[in-house]
């Protein structure tokens, strides 16, 4: 998540990058910017150029930006680490509602609570080589016991 954003842009222009790269087409974007804005809560900063964003500032931006475009299939590498309390479980509401959805969503975490909670199946993946793939309350406790 973020890749194609470029630290000497503004927010806002990197939500226009981002999303054009992730296929959106500029009166999609339009349609969508105020909503991408205020679902990152960083309103105040969007005209400032991400260089000076914090990394949850980033994450925040990039994940919104994610989430509002019409893709199939989301990579979440460990987006609820970054963030305050409200904005994490806000970022889970959202995650639940695009997997209500039928969106195929690919979680990279080390919370296990929320893996056991959210995904289906799990992949365990040691020394860069998958140890065990089925379903996820497996995977959560063997990763519990190891």
Known sequence: M???FHPDLSGRENIYLNAAILGMEQHEIDA???QIVEFSEIEKFIDTEVKHYSSGMF???AFSVAIHTEVDILLVDEILSVGDEPFQR????KIRELHDQGKTLVVVSHDLDMVSDLCERGILIQSGKVAFDGPSKDAVERMRRS
Do not use: Q, W, Y
């Open 2 to 4: 973020g890749a194609g």
């Open 32 to 34: 969508r910017f105020d």
């Open 59 to 61: 994450l925040r931006l």
């Open 90 to 93: 806000k970022c889970l509401a």
